[in-house]
């Protein structure tokens, strides 16, 4: 889908923000009714709180935009596959739908490691696309941890 390709543009964009932070280089948008109403970066080291993925973030300022907790007809889009707790996260707001960038060998819960999102077992399921501007996304994180070797030999 071409918007997709557009929206993901914008989570790229947040991941940028959380890289000029020198944090791991993962952004998300929320999206509902064709408009962003949220953003959200990976702040983990700045902020030093375990919960600070990309996914909450959004899904945190989601909740105050629109002032409820339920997320029925939003989607969200990643720079990375998320992680179980993003991907509870996600299941538990209602999200309708996932497009992630980047899979994540390590932690991936929306198809890589399992299936989180779509496993028919919980009380709502959210749809999941993967592989969206996945050169970029990936590229991302490879230029930033090939940087931060290089910064920790000098
Ligand atoms: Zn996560």
Not at 2 to 30: F, S
Not at 101 to 113: N, V
Not at 129 to 143: D, I, K, Y
């Amino acid at each position: 889908m071409a918007d997709d390709v557009t929206y993901m543009r914008e989570a790229i964009g947040q991941a940028e923000k959380a890289q000029e932070l020198n944090e791991v280089p993962i952004g998300a948008v929320i999206v509902y009714q064709d408009e962003v109403i949220a953003s959200g970066f990976n702040v983990r080291e700045t902020s030093q709180t375990t919960l600070s993925h990309a996914e909450v973030m959004a899904i945190a300022n989601a909740n105050r935009q629109i002032g409820s907790w339920r997320l029925e007809e939003c989607t969200l889009y990643v720079t990375l596959e998320p992680c179980p707790m993003c991907a509870g996260a996600i299941v538990q707001s209602r999200i309708k739908r996932v497009v992630f960038g980047a899979p994540d060998p390590k932690a991936g819960c929306a198809g890589t490691l399992m299936n989180l999102l779509e496993d028919e077992r919980f009380n709502h399921q959210t749809g999941v696309s993967g592989g969206v501007l996945q050169a970029e996304c990936s590229a991302l994180l490879t230029h930033f941890f090939r940087d931060l070797r290089e910064r920790k030999k000098k």
